[in-house]
């Protein structure tokens, strides 16, 4: 009968796909685990239990999270829903209005920020900017253009012939070119800058011009507004190198435009100028419309098709150069922001089966991408959104489905982990604010804005302090009719249910959480059966199992039969409503029977006890057949 003892010392490699199962030659499977739900790892290699959610806010419905960060002091999260924007500072609401979008819009919008104004992009809705006056004063308005972009669209060979040279002026075109959408929209004719009011019909519209025009000749010299109603708007936008650089519309999806230099709205080509504006388009072998232009070691420009590079210092007219560097490409349909993590820029990939990591390499001057999911595809299931917490080292993504997948990335100690966030209900949204982690969560069809809270066990949680002990705690309309956990004076109670916002305990206490359970799950990967001489098969007998615990209140062990709780109290440590201990060493069980199946996990810890667990390493002694 052989013996053997397992040291695993860390989950730096995260949950791994079942498909993985087999692959005990990798360094990934001696540092992965089956299941992690409801964890955190840790960048130093351990497992902690999440921290629970306070409640913030009910929203009216379905939301777009975003951070607003005005000055290292003053940072906002922005919550956008069907026709409105909300301003949040810390938890409170300070700001709010109406906005032009729809709940089915809000996946499209796209964001960049200067200074104290926010410009927002939707390829159906003129561009907005969101500009901050004061804590509780913001206005949503339209762009300012001073020059806004043209484009000739329709064909080369049609003219236009102007009934006089300046001010209000008759266009007539030699084929149909005009629409009602076009009203207000920019126009240039033969060079000079003008605005259509009015649209006789196909072939004739009313031109205010800005600029007189040589004469009255007919001219194939003329281009129409780039964005309007009649051809749509910007997808994305950023800035780059003091300009304001436009990714995209939607009758133009792959085209880039630049303004001018230290001119943000001033998109006026000129002669080509070094400081003018710039345009161009991504032409290549497939489809590259614009999904996000990202301003980072240079510009990156993200299609459906692929990632590209956009060089020139500074970027010039005659200086400009666009090289494709990866084919991963972007989806279609969701506009999922990338985000910078350690001078790499994290995206979500087109397939919604991988997060991706674009990041340059100095000796092949290029970019390259490596996909971060590769081990645990089964965890990223079309990502809707996504922010990356530097403090905790934590990227965040939030599925299609309602769960939440988690990245802890340490490329220094090669840490590259992902554990699964579940809640009772639907996650939405999530967004970051300085070490804050927000999201938007859909429970019973209804959203809640809700914020990790260090110290909560509990979800969709509040908490509450008096002086005197008390029975009775109101406060929470929204859990009525829920069946909430509750901690009173550090320690677990039973549950109870919510009713005209209130629930009663018993005995009293001074200080409580009350909130939703949910249930943290770290089960191993099968034990490694391989030997010199090759597969061992089952039976195996596990002897005992050793947890190296820090910080740890709460323990369910199931070694086969069950969860069981382990205690930390001493003998004379009083148990009823006391707080439990936190535990921090090193705790050995022991098992018995033979078992079988070598895919049944040895052990596993499962358990919905609002309290705090972190798990740095498991030593698993076992016996097998000769």
């Not at 919008?109 to 390829?123: E, K």
């Not at 009255?216 to 650089?245: I, K, M, N």
């Not at 970027?315 to 279609?332: A, C, D, F, V, Y």
């Not at 804050?436 to 069809?445: D, G, K, M, P, Q």
Request: aromatic share 8%.
């Amino acid at each position: 009968m052989a013996a053997s003892r397992q040291i695993k010392a860390s989950f730096t490699a995260g949950e791994l796909a079942p498909e993985l199962l087999g692959r005990s030659d990798l360094r990934a499977y001696a540092n992965g685990a089956r299941r992690l739900r409801n964890v955190f790892i840790q960048p130093t290699g351990g497992v902690t239990r999440r921290p629970g959610l306070r409640h913030v806010a009910s929203l009216p419905g379905l939301a777009r999270l975003l951070a607003f960060e005005f000055n290292t002091e003053q940072t906002y999260l922005l919550v956008f829903t069907h026709g409105a924007f909300r301003v949040f500072l810390g938890d409170a609401l300070v700001a709010q209005g109406a906005a032009a979008w729809a709940t089915g819009q809000l996946p499209q919008l796209a964001f960049t920020q200067s200074a104290d104004t926010l410009l927002i992009c939707h390829p159906d809705l003129p561009p907005q900017r969101l500009t901050r006056s004061s804590h509780t004063a913001w206005t949503l308005a339209d762009w300012s253009w001073i020059n806004a972009p043209t484009f000739r669209f329709a064909a080369p060979d049609i003219a236009l012939t102007p009934s006089g040279i300046s001010g209000s002026v008759t266009v007539t075109a030699s084929a149909a070119v005009f629409s009602a959408p076009q009203l207000g929209s920019p126009f240039r004719l033969r060079g000079r800058r003008g605005t259509i009011t009015s649209v006789a019909s196909p072939t004739q519209a009313t031109l205010a011009l800005s600029e007189n025009l040589p004469d009255t000749q007919a001219s194939t010299d003329w281009e129409e507004a780039a964005f309007s109603w009649a051809r749509g708007f910007p997808v994305a936008a950023c800035f780059h190198q003091d300009r304001l650089v436009i990714g995209g519309s939607r009758d133009l999806p792959n085209r880039l435009w630049f303004s001018r230099s230290g001119s943000l709205f001033d998109f006026d080509k000129g002669t080509g100028l070094d400081d003018q504006g710039i345009e161009f388009g991504l032409f290549s072998d497939q489809v590259n419309a614009i999904r996000a232009v990202f301003s980072g070691r240079h510009l990156q420009v993200f299609t459906t098709g692929g990632e590209w590079m956009v060089t020139g210092d500074p970027l010039t007219p005659s200086s400009i150069q666009l090289n494709r560097q990866t084919r991963i490409g972007s989806s279609p349909s969701r506009m999922i922001q990338p985000v910078d993590v350690d001078g790499s820029t994290i995206f979500a990939a087109r397939s919604g089966k991988a997060i991706h990591e674009f990041a340059y390499t100095d000796v092949q001057q290029a970019y390259q991408s490596n996909d971060l999911g590769m081990v645990a595809q089964h965890i990223i299931r079309n990502p809707v959104a996504m922010a990356y917490d530097q403090a905790q080292r934590l990227l965040h993504v939030v599925m299609e489905d309602g769960g939440m997948a988690t990245l802890t990335l340490f490329r220094n100690e090669e840490v590259t982990a992902w554990t699964l966030q579940q809640t009772a209900g639907a996650f939405r949204g999530v967004a970051e604010l300085d070490g804050r982690v927000f999201v938007a969560v859909e429970r019973n069809s209804i959203v809640r804005l809700e914020r990790f809270e260090a110290g909560f066990g509990l979800d969709a949680a509040l908490d509450g302090i008096n002086a005197a002990p008390q029975d009775h705690w109101s406060g929470l309309s929204h859990l009525e009719g829920m069946t909430a956990g509750i901690l009173a004076d550090g320690a677990p109670r039973d549950d109870a249910q919510v009713s005209e916002a209130a629930v009663n305990i018993d005995p009293p206490a001074s200080s409580v959480q009350i909130g939703l359970r949910f249930a943290h799950e770290i089960e191993p990967l099968p034990p490694e059966m391989f030997t010199a001489a090759g597969a061992r098969s089952a039976p195996l007998r596990l002897v005992s199992v050793g947890f190296r615990l820090l910080e740890t209140a709460a323990l369910d062990v199931d070694l086969g039969r069950g969860p069981s709780p382990v205690s930390f109290r001493r003998l004379d440590t009083p148990m009823l409503d006391a707080p439990p201990p936190r535990f921090s060493g090193d705790i050995r069980l022991s098992a018995l029977g033979w078992r079988r199946d070598a895919m049944r996990p040895l052990w596993r810890i499962v358990g919905d006890v609002p309290l705090p667990l972190t798990l740095l390493s498991v030593t698993t002694d076992m016996r097998t057949t000769d």
